[in-house]
């Protein structure tokens, strides 16, 4: 069965301190993967897809990078309004691109 | 991209009851999607919505507990019947992008924030 999985479950940072959450993958045929953010009482939105290992997208202070495993969402220099949780997911195998989501890191930076 | 909204965004309701949920979607879509967000868990997609068709329910999601409807391409309903406090949980309605055979990102809707007592 495919599987999602993401550490660490909660990350507190102080303002500006670099750091990497972790999205590791089981899934035949990757077709994609997604990150999300979520802030309290929103919907997720949609930060970036990556589609095969090697592959890098940033936005701001995040860059999303991708291996045959496994994702990594750096965070450089995070500032509060960067708290919130970071979701990942990939489409099921068998022909669905329905997304797996994990269940995301709990990100908190202090200022 | 694609601009969500729902309705209602929260409600408190009683067990036993039932209560609507409306998606609006400003373009059109084929394929919109319902999901579950219970507190401190990720997203649990309970069932597909296209237009013309019988929505297709995940396991463990039924459509007597959960009717669905889609009208049109812009527009999905889902109804939470006969709820009970379990019920209790953010409902997110979600559409899909995609381009050709590769699947981009799904963008969600606001969420409504069901409370049963």
């Known amino acids: 069965e495919d599987q999602v999985t993401q550490s660490p479950e909660a990350l507190r940072l102080q303002e500006g301190e670099s750091s990497s959450l972790n999205c590791s993958y089981t899934?035949?045929?990757?077709?994609?993967l997604f990150w999300y953010r979520q802030d309290p009482g929103k919907g997720p939105e949609f930060l970036f897809t990556?589609?095969?290992a090697g592959e890098e997208k940033e936005k701001e202070r995040l860059k999303a990078t991708l291996t045959k495993k496994e994702s990594f969402l750096h965070i450089t220099a995070p500032k509060p309004e960067d708290s919130a949780t970071y979701l990942c997911?990939?489409?099921?195998?068998?022909?669905?691109?329905?997304?797996?989501f994990g269940r995301g890191t709990s990100l908190i930076v202090h200022p | 991209s694609a601009v969500i909204s729902q309705k209602p965004s929260r409600d408190i309701c009683q067990r036993g009851t039932s209560l609507t949920i409306q998606c609006q979607v400003d373009?059109?879509?084929?394929?919109m999607f319902w999901y579950r967000q219970q507190p401190g868990q990720s997203l649990t997609l309970i069932a597909t919505?296209?237009?013309?068709?019988?929505?297709?329910?995940e396991s463990g999601f039924v459509i007597d507990k959960f009717p669905i409807s889609r009208p049109n391409l812009t527009f999905s309903t889902l109804t939470v019947s006969n709820m009970s406090p379990e019920d209790s949980s953010i409902y997110l309605c979600?559409?899909?992008?995609?381009?050709?055979?590769?699947?981009?990102?799904?963008?969600f809707g606001p969420g409504t924030r069901l409370t049963v007592t």
């Open positions: 979600s559409v899909k992008i995609t381009t050709g055979v590769l699947a981009k990102g799904q963008y």
């Open positions: 899934v035949s045929g990757l077709r994609g």
């Open positions: 990556l589609y095969s």
């Open positions: 997911a990939v489409p099921q195998g068998g022909g669905s691109y329905i997304p797996t």
């Open positions: 373009s059109q879509v084929t394929m």
């Open positions: 919505a296209n237009q013309g068709s019988e929505a297709t329910y």
